[in-house]
């Protein structure tokens, strides 16, 4: 009886993480400085302990884990997002590793990537334009106005426009965020890479 020769899956040739050369210590220095990622015994007891891991494929375990190991795919992760700082991870974790703050670490270096969520973008896309987090709606607007208030209510950002003024520069700072990148063009690089 002839038999079928069995075909293998091609090798993966891809290299899933990066070599010592390619680490970035810029990446790590803020983590290392508000946290104590070095003693994560990977136990688990954060993902245990995550309300959000609970209903998504979000495990907080890993992503620590990549940031040791120097994975820096952990920066283009859409997962580092569902986290909702609830602090349960932090308050529970045996080695006061603080996985929230690296989280919110790691938020910060790939929002300037361009890794975002699309809900936090346009959280920070009104917080810019207007210092509100929630939009406000056409109807409550024209309220406001023949109410004889300002159309919208009025928060630290009225001064944000003066020139050269302190609140602007910090605005420039804290909203600094990059454009989603463009797939073809990371594709081409992740080829680069492997
Ligand atoms: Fe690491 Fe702490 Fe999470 Fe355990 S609970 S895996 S020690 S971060
Ligand atoms: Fe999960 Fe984030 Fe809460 Fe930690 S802070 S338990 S990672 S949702």
């Known amino acids: 009886m002839a038999t079928k020769t069995q075909?293998?899956?091609a090798p993966e040739t891809k290299r899933q993480f990066k070599t010592s050369d390619d680490f970035d210590d810029a990446y790590l220095k803020d983590i290392e400085r508000r946290t104590n990622i070095w003693s994560c015994i990977q136990c688990g007891t954060c993902?245990?302990?995550?309300e959000s891991g609970r209903w998504t494929a979000f495990?907080?375990?890993?992503?620590?884990?990549?940031?040791?190991?120097?994975?820096?795919?952990?920066?283009d992760d859409p997962d580092i997002w569902l986290c909702t700082t609830c602090y349960q991870c932090y308050e529970r974790c045996p080695r006061d590793?603080?996985?929230?703050?690296v989280i919110i670490e790691l938020r910060n270096y790939a929002s300037a990537?361009?890794?975002v969520s699309p809900a936090h973008r346009a959280v920070i896309k009104n917080l810019k334009?207007?210092?509100?987090?929630?939009?406000?709606?056409?109807?409550?607007?024209?309220?406001?106005?023949?109410l004889g208030l300002p159309e919208l209510p009025p928060t630290i950002f009225k001064?944000?426009?003066?020139e050269d003024s302190e609140l602007q520069k910090m605005a420039d700072r804290l909203f600094n965020v990059a454009p989603k990148p463009d797939p073809a063009t990371k594709q081409?690089?992740?080829?680069?890479d492997g």
């Open 129 to 146: 334009e207007t210092g509100h987090g929630v939009p406000i709606n056409d109807q409550v607007r024209q309220q406001r106005v023949e």
């Open 159 to 162: 001064y944000k426009d003066e």
């Open 47 to 50: 993902t245990a302990s995550c």
């Open 97 to 101: 590793v603080r996985p929230t703050d």
């Open 59 to 75: 495990k907080i375990r890993s992503i620590i884990r990549k940031v040791v190991l120097g994975d820096l795919s952990a920066l």
């Open 188 to 192: 081409a690089a992740n080829e680069e």
């Open 7 to 9: 075909q293998l899956p």
């Open 113 to 115: 990537r361009g890794n």
